[in-house]
């Protein structure tokens, strides 16, 4: 190996020490939501969009932050052999003061609409690696899930 690779390993691996080891490196460095978890006391929503998430219903608006996702109950599915881990949507809501819906629209990048039938105790939020949340459910395909959720409207 010569000497320019040793530095070019070296540097390399310095970055990827520095990366895991930053402060506030998303869900990755912080702790999951157990089931006995305190129940997430929701924000205000601003209109600085400082909530990752809002939950749009006929009372109002609710902002969650990602500390306020990860306070609520944690359920995990298993998609593909994979764990998605997350808070259910029921509990958002539930979260948020919705007591009764007819449908939800769950929108990031892409968006997906659900009669209150199909928001079952299966259909989540995930955390990702990169601070946000997906949508991710046992009863829909892989392929419909948006991505980066920023917003579910409840009718």
Known sequence: MT????????GLLMI???GCTAPNAGPASQSSATPNAVPATPSAATPNGDALLQVIA???TTGFSLSD???????TITIDGKPQD??????????????????VTISGSGSITLPKDQVTRE?????????????????????????????????
Do not use: M, Y
């Open 123 to 155: 259909v989540i939020l995930d955390f990702t690696n990169r601070g946000t949340v997906k949508f991710a459910a046992t009863n829909v395909p892989k392929d419909s899930w948006p991505k980066d959720i920023v917003k579910i409207e409840v009718k």
């Open 69 to 75: 996702l990860q306070k609520l109950p944690a359920t």
């Open 86 to 103: 997350g808070p259910a949507v029921l509990d958002v809501l539930k979260a948020a003061n919705v007591t009764d819906f007819k449908e």
């Open 16 to 18: 990827l020490l520095i």
């Open 58 to 60: 006929p009372a109002g």
């Open 3 to 10: 000497s320019l690779h040793r530095w070019l390993s070296v």
